[in-house]
């Protein structure tokens, strides 16, 4: 905020008051307090949010006569913030807007603070003219240097002026190199978005990048292909894969350090028509919930697991698409068990996440460590629990049913739509009946939504989501409103509304640079099915899934559908997320 006489204050103050953007009452009690106490009044009625930063930046601006500029939701052209170095424009608190007629528009905090105004006039070597901003408003506008691309605009360049042949990709791959600092801008950009995968793929006259942010993929910039060579070889050095290979593909990966945390980085290159695609999947462990109940499980999901993996002995399977978040599923509740009074021993491909007590081993086909192989070692290593990454096949499948009926404690994932989907998959793969129905624990279904963003507005539902709403969830809603707080308990949604038939009150976040449609991270939507006896005898008679997800509705399961419809119903996520992500299910 800028510096003040105490007439300025007063002057803004009063200007609020006579727009009517303030409670006269409660700013003469905070005047007489902070002059008693000889305190800024401003600085008080802000901190108490009687008035916002925003209103007194533009009644500040019209006071001292600068312009203003609210800078929310706008996107500031990459070359316009190149024009301020980022360490530069974060000291002062000044973001460049654009220019005009030779001199820079830049929007400040303290248009009063000469030395800051003539310090980068002086680093720019260019005349600029000051708009006013709230503290909140530059600091958003700041964010944006995390898409700083310049070092790849550089390396562009600097490809470009060389022959596009081997040779000289090769001269240009070194640890100093415009591509390498290329690639690490790259990385750094997709590390700190929290993207989980970064897609390098190449077309016929151009190379595409995009990331997979929040579940959802995003073109974030397209190059020349003569940089493709070099960028790929880059990869391929790091990771210690073969640079002269182009015809098959090939797997590897490395760490990068990004604001000093380690990210695991794995690399798939694969050749395609038009050159070689690469895929870099990001696993930064810190930045993952290995929480179940931060991940979104709750009420009868949540009470169903955790009784499932209270048992010595059986078999706890999760099911869903790729990128469902099966995995994450799983380490999160080993965590939930993990002890030095048990040897726990997991068999993936690959190790997603170190675990600190955990005996992790990575497949190896080609060293013919197989799943099936794997285990059955495993199996002679006296374990109590053990996590197999995925049942791909019959024998891998019958491996984990015979040690859970030797009296082992089995994770593992399998690839079908629902939970209910499960028991049949396992049938398929030969498995016998009665075996299955008395080692199976619990089943688990899921998929992952993106969650609304702290930014956010309410709205009113459409008749159409009404409708929706009430086809799926109505019958679990409560009736009135003497019930919403043991109906919430119960299920496990804060908040839940009662049962409407005109609309619904939704939340939709804030469409930001940093958070695209209003969402920033994810959440799971859940099924379970506990195994008792009356699930048993339909295992034992061959239902299909549909028969059995009918018997476990009966007994309380909240399907994936209605968990999502409860979770947008209680402001975690939003209808449309549900319907994108859900809506081939029941």
Known sequence: MALLTKEAEAKIIDLLLNEGLADPNLVQAVREEAEREGKPVLAELTQRKIISDDMVAHATALI??????????????????????????????????????????????????????????????????????????????????????SGVKEAVRETDEEAATEQSNVKTIVQDSPISKALTTILSYAAKTKASDIHIEPLENSLIIRCRIDGVLRKIMELPKTVAPALVSRIKILSNLKIDEHRIPQDGQFTVLVDDQEIDLRIAISPVTWGEQVVIRLLDKKGVS???????????????????????????????????????????????????????????????????????????????????????????????????????????????????????????????????GILPRLLDMGIEP?????????????????????????????????????????????????????????????????????????AKGMDTKETPGGYSGRAGL????????????????????????RLAKSKGTVTMRQDGVLKALSGITTMEEVNRVASDLS
């Open 526 to 549: 859940y099924e379970t099915i506990t195994v008792d006896e009356d699930i048993q005898k339909l295992i034992i008679s061959h239902a299909t899934a549909n028969e059995i997800m």
């Open 64 to 149: 001292i006569g600068v312009p203003y500029v609210e800078l929310k939701n706008i996107d500031i052209d990459q070359d316009i913030l190149s024009k301020i170095p980022q360490e530069a424009s974060t000291r002062v608190m000044a973001v460049p807007l654009g220019e005009k007629d030779g001199m820079l528009n830049v929007a400040m905090v303290d248009v009063t603070n000469v030395q800051a105004t003539d310090y980068l006039s002086n680093l720019i070597n260019q005349p600029i003219r000051v708009w006013m901003s709230s503290e909140r408003g530059v600091r958003e506008a700041l964010e944006q240097y995390h898409g700083d691309f």
């Open 290 to 420: 290995m929480e179940i109940e931060k991940m979104g499980m709750s009420g009868h999901a949540l009470r169903d697991v955790l009784e499932g993996i209270k048992k010595p002995n059986g078999m706890i399977l999760t099911s869903g698409p790729t990128g469902s978040g099966k995995s994450t599923t799983l380490y999160a509740l080993i965590q939930k068990i993990k002890s030095e009074a048990i040897n726990i021993v997991t068999l993936e491909d690959p190790v997603e996440y170190k675990m600190d007590g955990i005996n992790q081993i990575q497949v190896n086909v080609d060293a013919g460590l197989t799943f099936a192989s794997g285990l059955r070692s495993i199996l002679r290593q006296d374990p109590d629990v053990v996590m197999v990454g995925e049942i791909r096949d019959a024998e891998t499948a019958s491996l984990a049913v015979q040690a859970a009926l030797t009296g082992h404690l089995v994770f593992s994932t399998l690839h079908t739509n629902s939970a209910a």
């Open 434 to 506: 009665f075996l299955l129905a008395s080692t199976l624990n619990v089943v688990i279904g899921q998929r992952l939504v993106r969650r609304v963003t702290e930014k956010r507005e309410m709205y009113k539902s459409s008749e159409i989501e009404t409708e929706g709403i009430n086809s799926i969830v109505g019958d679990l809603l409560p009736e009135d409103k003497e019930s919403v707080a043991k109906v919430s308990e119960d299920l496990g949604y804060p908040g839940l509304p009662v049962r409407n038939d005109d609309f619904y009150m939704l």
